[in-house]
């Protein structure tokens, strides 16, 4: 909406305009879990990556086969968030400055890769409904022989759980359990407002 006024004072003309937007997005309330790996020092976290491009699911693949294979990653896990859309996770553990690196090398959102504030806050992947579209589901692992990095236990068993992944699509070699103690619940969960795609 704009509104506009023109008035006169002696023999000069002057006016001034305002401008409002209101914004009627319907929003949701959504959970997601973090990419932060607790109980690490120095700080560490995993991949996350997010795909809302409508992306072609060969491409993806072939995208995440390329990454994988540059960065010497293990199995990277890939779900269907809503109809051609897709999120990725891979459990190692890797510093801040290596997961930007790895990112700037993806088509995943600009919110995602070109985001200075992920420097120093952790990258949220939604886990549950948002609206109407149902909780993201399991698509497949592109599978690695990368074991070099360390795990992430608590990420691995959280998504292999919750997600129902089969024993058969996991690798759990070279996890940090025996050094937190094997928590099945230490990775944080977070509730947030989204307007992002919801129906």
């Known amino acids: 909406m704009k509104l506009s006024h023109k008035f006169q004072w002696g023999k000069l003309w002057t006016g001034f305009s305002l401008s409002i937007w209101c914004n009627f997005r319907k929003t949701a309330e959504v959970t997601g ?4 790996c607790p109980a690490t020092l120095p700080f560490r976290r995993v991949l996350f990556l997010e795909y809302d491009v409508k992306l072609n699911d060969q491409y993806l693949r072939a995208e995440l086969q390329h990454i994988q294979q540059k960065f010497r990653l293990s199995n990277i896990y890939i779900l269907e968030s809503s109809k051609d859309s897709y999120h990725a996770y891979c459990c190692d553990k890797l510093s801040s400055f290596e997961v930007n690196k790895i990112i700037k090398e993806t088509s995943c959102d600009d919110a995602f890769r070109n985001n200075w504030r992920y420097d120093f806050a952790c990258r949220v ?6 609206g109407s579209k149902p909780k993201p589901k399991y698509v497949c692992c592109i599978k690695s022989n990368h074991n070099q990095r360390q795990k992430s236990y608590p990420h691995l068993i959280f998504i292999k759980n ?3 992944i089969p024993e058969t699509d996991m690798d759990f070699t070279n996890n940090d359990g025996e050094l937190i103690g094997n928590k099945d619940n230490a990775i944080e969960t977070i509730q947030y407002p989204t307007s992002h795609n919801v129906t």
């Open 33 to 36: 879990i973090t990419d932060a």
């Open 125 to 130: 992947l939604r886990i549950s409904e948002k």
């Open 162 to 164: 919750y997600f129902q």
